[in-house]
Structures are given as structure tokens and as C-alpha cells.
Nanobody, 124 residues
């Protein structure tokens, strides 16, 4: 089982940008699919973006397409989420997740390892 540690969250205004990072232990990082999820109180943890091992396939939640960019640096064992033009509805705790294999799942139960999350708050 691997270890994932997120960073980069914060309090910003609508229209601002944030860049989230996730550092993964080597055992967790290869070869696995990585993803970002977010959660608000009282709601299920939802898929935001996912990327396969070589970065050749990427999926996004419809509401973040064109604003968020997921990327990974396998040499540095890091996953990033560049979030631009943030909206209040993007507020939540953002989690990094991983699962062995090449498929990008959108259901949270498919993922094996999780970080503790980083809070993103977007004010209007």
C-alpha cells in the first residue's frame, strides 16, 4: 500500500487559480492510474480528473473541462492539478487517489490508496 500526500489548497476568490500537488511513495506510483476527487460535507466524494500511467489518457468531470489540467511527473512521483478560473462550486476537500492498472475509474470505491486531502475554498 502506498502513501499519498496532497498540498497546495487554500482560500481564493472566484476567478483565481490554484495548483494542487500530490507526492506519492514509489511503490504506490508505478504502474498506477492517479486521480483527483473532491468532497463537500454531506455529499459523496466525486471524481474530478484522472490520468493513466503514461499520461496518454485523461478524463475530467464535465464541469471542470477547460479550466482544470491534471498532469503527472513519474520521475518525481508527483501528480498535479492546475485549477484556473475557480468557481465557488469548486470548493471542497481535494483528495489524491491511486489504483493499480491502466483504467481511469470515476467511482471512488475503485481506488486503493488515498491521501488525507487538502482544503480548497473559493469565495464569491
Amino acid at each position: 500500500q502506498g502513501q499519498l500526500v496532497e498540498s497546495g489548497g487554500g482560500l481564493v476568490q472566484a476567478g483565481d487559480s490554484l495548483r494542487l500537488s500530490c507526492v506519492a511513495s514509489i511503490r504506490a506510483f508505478s504502474p498506477v492510474t492517479m486521480a483527483w476527487f473532491r468532497q463537500v460535507p454531506g455529499k459523496e466524494r466525486e471524481f474530478v480528473a484522472g490520468i493513466n500511467w503514461v499520461g496518454s489518457r485523461i478524463n475530467y468531470k464535465d464541469s471542470v473541462k477547460g479550466r482544470f489540467t491534471i498532469s503527472r511527473d513519474n520521475a518525481e512521483n508527483t501528480l498535479h492539478l492546475q485549477m484556473n478560473r475557480l468557481k465557488p462550486e469548486d470548493t471542497g476537500v481535494y483528495y489524491c487517489a491511486s489504483v493499480k492498472g491502466t483504467q481511469i475509474f470515476t467511482r471512488n470505491i475503485e481506488y486503493e490508496d488515498w491521501g488525507r486531502g487538502t482544503q480548497v475554498t473559493v469565495s464569491s
